[in-house]
């Protein structure tokens, strides 16, 4: 399953602040679980290993995992050793198999460490497991000689693995002892099996928990190493950090004061972090191996002074070679991850990472950094307890997802392309159904294509002349597409055949062959009465011109010039 989480980052500038998740996966579906190591494959991909308990009752299996950049679940493993018939009464007995550290060296293997065995009673392996590409196992080295034994860390030399466990002697919870081995990397043959008790009293925890390479020939380890003195004091518990070269102390350093508990250690250039628990607060110590020395207190440490319980659970180096602390701080009940980043010169805090808190028990306990990404593995709980992983990277569109995880990581309107691609919204912004960016016309809600008419303008033929609107001047007149010279609703005829169309014609109805003048009207030979009266000559004029004695007006020559071209060859000479 994955989720999207928004990471809190303080205002110190740095890495770390610059990281948002690109997907966070929870192995819900096969029951509560733990992630205990995490590494980038050459491909990018992210491997996380750990357990889950599929039934959730008790039967822990051990399994490893990897994902792609997209968060998709592209390969896994289970181990499951169990059941056994091993319980006094003859039923059968749960596993507690589980992969506490994991590694692909570079020639292709994957190295898983851990423990394999029954609960009840309680046999439990030690175990180290290396696979090739192809998923077969090359070779497998276990160790059982008591009740309970355990490999806890790795670390790969040129030739050589280097590992780091325990074994109870005498009982789930007693005579401990340090197991750090190295282990031929082709063979698993081990070269330098070496068993060491600091204290090996009764309840004595004694317990290597990490082991990181300080170089090709020595180790770094770290662990737990209580007092010597009966009866033991459980309050009392030394963490003891030391490097082996050949298995001979070159130098070491027990913590002295209040309990600590050890956890992890990691080992850059000669400076050496271990982290772990005291006084209910996480604390990272920051020791100086180059200087020589050989029992050298710490250069630096920080306690993670928080307003309630905390602790740190891992640690890592960035590719800036600082120290990230992995850890949790307790949040109203609930538990956040955080992520610290340290100077290893001087423990200075860099920045800081934190994730809103999760229900119940939500802890990280490794972390890798590979070309800017950072992946993250642990536990997130809601309240029941998961197998997690969560990858972050740079975020340059600032849509609070990774560009790794960003479909469009300069779209921070998207973070996958969808149907209209990145930097073009999925919207149908004029409410049609139709996505915009599948439209011509996404600003038309009537029109998803132009047609014949363009956006924003209907097809339609109003007067069902057979002419679209947007083609048709006349688009309410069903007999004109066009105004022509009467405009539209007056038909462009002439209705008496006088050569004048209706709209320009005063007279439309006149006779059939009638003479007319310039409005159109018939001219008539009427004769002038007046003249007539007067003794005068009679002059005949067309109607229209009236009838007047010559000389009249300057303008009557200009008139009857005019009715002569139009009428009749018959008309009557003089007018």
């Given amino acids: 399953m994955q989720w999207a989480f928004m990471w809190l980052a303080a205002a110190h500038g740095g890495d770390l602040t610059d990281l948002v998740p690109a997907w966070t996966v929870t192995e819900e579906a096969i029951g509560p679980g733990h992630a205990a190591a995490v590494f980038f494959e050459p491909t990018g991909e992210v491997t996380a290993a750990g357990w889950v308990d599929p039934g959730g009752v008790e039967d822990r299996n051990a399994w490893v995992s990897t994902y792609a950049a997209t968060g998709e679940l592209t390969w896994s493993r289970v181990d499951d050793a169990g059941p056994y018939e091993g319980t006094a009464d003859g039923q059968l007995s749960s596993s507690d ?5 994991a590694m692909r060296d570079d020639e292709g293997r994957l190295v898983l460490c851990g423990q394999r065995g029954t609960i009840a009673p309680y046999e439990v392996d030690w175990l180290v497991t290396t696979l090739l590409p192809d998923e077969s196992v090359e070779w497998e080295v276990a160790f059982h000689n008591s009740a309970r034994q355990g490999c806890r860390g790795i670390a790969a030399g040129a030739t050589t693995l280097y590992t780091a466990g325990f074994n109870l002697a005498g009982g789930a919870t007693s005579l401990g002892q340090w197991h750090l081995w190295a282990v031929q990397r082709n063979t698993g043959l081990i070269v330098q099996p070496l068993q060491v008790s600091y204290g090996y009293v009764v309840d004595n925890p004694n317990e290597a928990v990490d082991v990181a390479r300080y170089d090709d020939e020595s180790t770094v380890a770290v662990g737990v190493a209580t007092q010597t003195e009966t009866p033991y004091d459980p309050a009392v518990v030394a963490a003891r ?6 298995g001979v102390v070159e130098w070491a350093h027990e913590v002295e004061g209040a309990r600590f508990d050890a956890v992890a250690v990691h080992e850059v250039s000669g400076r050496t972090a271990v982290v772990g628990e005291q006084d209910g607060q996480g604390l990272i110590l920051g020791f100086n191996q180059s200087s020589g020395a050989v029992d050298q207190p710490p250069l630096w440490s920080v306690s993670w002074s928080e307003a309630g319980d905390s602790g740190i659970t891992g640690v890592a180096v960035d590719e800036e070679g600082a120290f990230v602390a992995l850890g949790w701080v307790e949040d109203g009940g609930a538990e956040r991850w955080q992520l610290v980043r340290y100077d290893n010169g001087d423990g200075t805090e860099l ?22 990404l950072l992946a993250v593995a642990g536990v997130i709980a809601d309240p029941t307890e998961h197998f997690g992983v969560v990858l972050l990277g740079p975020d340059r569109d600032g849509d609070q997802v990774a560009d790794v995880g960003d479909g469009c990581p300069d779209d921070a309107g998207k973070t996958e392309p969808g149907v209209c691609g990145c930097g073009v919204g999925d919207t149908d912004t004029d409410g049609d159904g139709v996505i915009g960016c599948e439209e011509d016309c996404p600003s038309d809600p009537l029109k998803t294509e132009p047609g014949e008419c363009g956006c924003n303008v209907a097809d339609e033929d109003s007067d069902g002349d057979g002419v679209l609107d947007c083609n048709d001047e006349c688009d309410s007149d069903p007999d004109k597409v066009d105004a022509g010279v009467c405009g539209c609703f007056i038909p462009d005829s002439d209705d008496d055949g006088d050569g004048y169309l209706v709209c320009q014609d005063q007279c439309p109805d006149s006779a059939p062959g009638a ?3 310039v409005v159109g009207c018939e001219i008539v030979e009427t004769v002038d009465t007046a003249a007539e009266d007067t003794g005068s000559a009679p002059i005949k004029l067309d109607e229209g011109c009236g009838c007047r004695t010559a000389g009249v007006s300057p303008w009557w020559g200009l008139l009857l010039v005019a009715g002569w071209m139009r009428r009749r060859s018959a008309a009557a000479p003089g007018c």
Avoid: K, N, Q, T
């Fill in 351 to 372: 920045d800081r990472l934190e994730l809103a808190a999760w229900s119940g028990a939500s802890r990280p306990y490794a972390a890798a950094f590979d070309d800017g």
């Fill in 515 to 517: 003479i007319v003048d």
């Fill in 241 to 246: 950090v030391e490097r082996r070269s050949a």
């Fill in 97 to 101: 198999d589980r992969w506490y550290d």
